[in-house]
């Protein structure tokens, strides 16, 4: 199994107030993803990012922001959450870009509810 | 734009049944096709994938064919198990115009196999 972990895995939180999901892997790969998974939708991107203080949007980046200050971590963090963003996030990680055949691996995934 | 479209679920079997489970993609130039599966409380594995068009990816059972001419990249398993059940994801990568190794994911078909 890829060394990718997620924290927390569980989070319960309130409208309004901030919260940081962080990914971490040692496995030393350029590219990290995050995604939300909701029923209907499959996953979606939210942000990735392809080196250090390299990251760039996905197609619901809205409402989410990420900071990589080191290849090992990649850090999801919500301003002002909403119950919109009532999701199970996963993080994935790829050593090089998926569309040369490269793998993209995922992690166990934090559930997050906003009240 | 490159999205995909997989059979809806549920899909519902007995043990040693003859599994198929549909995918198309609408995708210009030459995407990279992927086949994720998701047991329950865990994150995403691959269980296989195709690159390059007439490919086969195989896997514990399971293959797919990579077929341009009709967009299509359906999963087939000869004999289910029960510990087959899961959801499964048809995901692409690689489609021109698509963010640097993003994967673009069905909605995923959840699949019960009762023995």
């Known amino acids: 199994d890829a060394g990718i972990t997620q924290s927390p895995r569980h989070k319960v939180t309130e409208t309004g107030t901030p919260v940081t999901l962080r990914c971490h892997q040692t496995?030393?790969?350029?590219?990290m993803y995050w995604y939300r998974q909701d029923p209907g939708h499959g996953l979606r991107l939210i942000h990735y990012s392809y080196g250090v203080k390299d990251t760039d949007k996905g197609e619901v980046s809205d409402g989410y922001s990420v900071s990589r200050s080191k290849t090992e971590d990649f850090l999801l963090t919500l301003e002002s959450a909403t119950s919109s963003q009532t999701s199970v996030y996963f993080c994935a990680i790829s050593q090089a870009q998926t569309d040369r055949g490269y793998e993209q691996y995922f992690g166990p995934g934090t559930r997050l509810t906003v009240t | 734009g490159n999205s995909v479209t997989q059979m809806e679920g549920p899909v519902t079997l007995s043990e040693e049944a003859f599994l198929t489970i549909n995918c198309t993609y609408t995708a210009t130039g030459y995407p990279s096709l992927f086949w994720y599966v998701q047991y329950p409380g865990e994150g995403l594995q691959l269980l296989l994938k195709?690159?390059?068009?007439?490919d086969k990816g195989s896997n514990k059972g399971f293959e797919a064919t990579y077929r341009k001419e009709t967009t299509s990249f359906h999963l087939e398993k000869g004999s289910v198990q029960v510990s087959d059940s899961a959801v499964y994801f048809c995901a692409l990568t690689g489609g021109r115009g698509s963010t640097l190794g993003r994967l673009y994911f069905g909605r995923g078909t959840q699949l019960t196999v009762w023995p």
């Open positions: 496995e030393n790969h350029r590219y």
């Open positions: 195709a690159t390059k068009a007439d």
